[in-house]
């Protein structure tokens, strides 16, 4: 399955921004997804993963309580909507597809990132 990321860009502290992760290519809905994030420097982070039923979601203790990953099995896509951004969310966010909802790294695909870039 091929992902694509999208909806990234430049946001005020305090803002919102929903992110979206457009599947091809294999059979979405036999697929957990997962958003991870990389700021400069940093190793890569757990953001949050939904099952492939949305039943079972899960967050990454950084985004819990501002954060919700949802997906569209109709569509192909999955989403992150996050709010109130801080400049520390500044990374790039990387979606992900793996068949097990409960890993929180080393899935077995991956789209390109986009860059989210929260300013103060």
């Known amino acids: 399955v091929q992902l694509q990321a999208s909806g990234g860009g430049l946001v005020q502290e305090g803002g919102s921004l929903r992110l979206s992760c457009a599947a091809s290519?294999?059979?979405?809905?036999?697929?957990?997804i997962g958003w991870f994030r990389q700021a400069p420097g940093k190793e890569r982070e757990f953001v949050a993963a939904?099952?492939?039923?949305?039943?079972?979601?899960y967050y990454g203790d950084s985004v819990k309580g501002r954060s919700t990953i949802s997906r569209d099995n109709d569509k192909n896509t999955a989403y992150l909507e996050m709010g109130s951004l801080k400049p520390e969310d500044t990374a790039v966010y990387y979606c992900?597809?793996?068949?097990?909802?409960?890993?929180?790294?080393?899935?077995?695909?991956w789209g390109q990132g986009t860059q989210v870039t929260v300013s103060s």
């Open positions: 290519g294999g059979t979405f809905d036999e697929y957990s």
């Open positions: 939904i099952s492939w039923n949305g039943r079972n979601i």
């Open positions: 992900a597809a793996d068949s097990n909802v409960f890993k929180r790294d080393n899935y077995d695909y």
